[in-house]
């Protein structure tokens, strides 16, 4: 899905009429997989390896550590910024240069809108019967699920993010959890792809585990209890912004770098742990660790980066780290699909490139160039 995004974008007016010739949904050409019967796992550890070291250079720690169980980050206060916005000038009628820089401004208030964030530790405080672990291979399998169905990466992040604010609301048992999942993919579907789905395919992909009628049952469930507040910025809204902004020394498109940030953005929403970051500090840490292991020698962060970002390297370390040993496979190493997703040609196998085990602590004092 990420190869036609990165292609020259066109209007969704145009892509309408495109798709209003289509009479037949699409078939998946890929063999389907099916999600195990969650209620039938014990309850393990999210990651085997998730109290191992990250990969840093050891220094000494600062006093008043964060705990896991904090709310979202706050903003970092403001940094000082140009009169004019860089993509003020674009010629891209998607980025609204006139008014890009209000709309990232109206983008980071909707982020910290508490109605909009799940609860950073939902599975400790509000759920009783599903564990980090189970949400892991949820969230894999509805990669698995969307790149089967080639749909665009924001119908990915923005299901995912509503089935991170259901469990923060609403208990549920471990069998209705893939249920969950489904009905959270079906209404990101509607929201942001052009065809719409059939609720039978839906049915379909869980071997017909729930019926039509449960999955629409769950559906308005989410609605009701989103109050229809159904969007929100994700990981991906920031991602495009900040991967422009690497890139502006380039004559053109870096796409090992696009794909690597692909790749470490989806890498994010595997792990728990992540939740608690907002989407814009999750991008700039994939933007960091990507230059980072594409020129491990120079620094990864800019003056650039930092003032449209509005965050510093220190402010990044925690999710960095994090998204790293996710790619080392130090965690949640038996969630396979997104890591053969990235080890495909077209993605220029951006899963398979290596990376330094250690980052440099240096890379997280305050920048200058």
Known sequence: MDDKENSMRVSRAAKRKAAA????????????????????????????NQNQSSGVVPQKQKCGTKTRAQKALPMTKTLTTSKQDKDTKSDDPQICGPYVSDVYAYLH????????????????????DITPNMRGILVDWLGHFAEEYELLSDTLYLSISYVDRFLSLNALSRKKLQLLGVSSMLIAWKYEEISPPHVEDFCNITDNTYTKKE???????LLNSFKFELGNPTVKTFLRRFTRLAQENHKSPNLQLEFLGSYLAELSLLDYNCIKFLPSLVAASVIFLA?????????????????????????????????????????????????????????????TMPSPPEIPAYYFEDFRE
Request: glycine letters at 2%; proline letters at 9%.
């Open 21 to 48: 010739s289509m009479a037949e949904s699409h078939v998946p050409t890929k063999k389907r997989a099916v999600l195990g019967e969650l209620q039938n796992l014990s309850n393990p550890p999210s990651h085997p």
């Open 109 to 128: 208030q909707l982020e910290v809108d508490p109605n909009r964030r799940p609860l950073p530790d939902y599975i400790e405080k509000v759920q009783k």
């Open 215 to 221: 999955v629409v049952k769950m559906e308005a469930d």
């Open 291 to 351: 230059r980072f292991m594409t020129r491990p020698k120079i620094h990864p962060w800019t003056s650039l980066l930092q003032q449209y970002s509005r965050y510093r390297p220190a402010d990044l370390r925690e999710c960095i780290l994090i998204i790293h040993d996710l790619h080392l496979s130090r965690r949640g190493g038996s969630l396979q699909a997104v890591r053969e997703k990235y080890k495909q040609h077209k993605f220029k196998c951006v899963a």
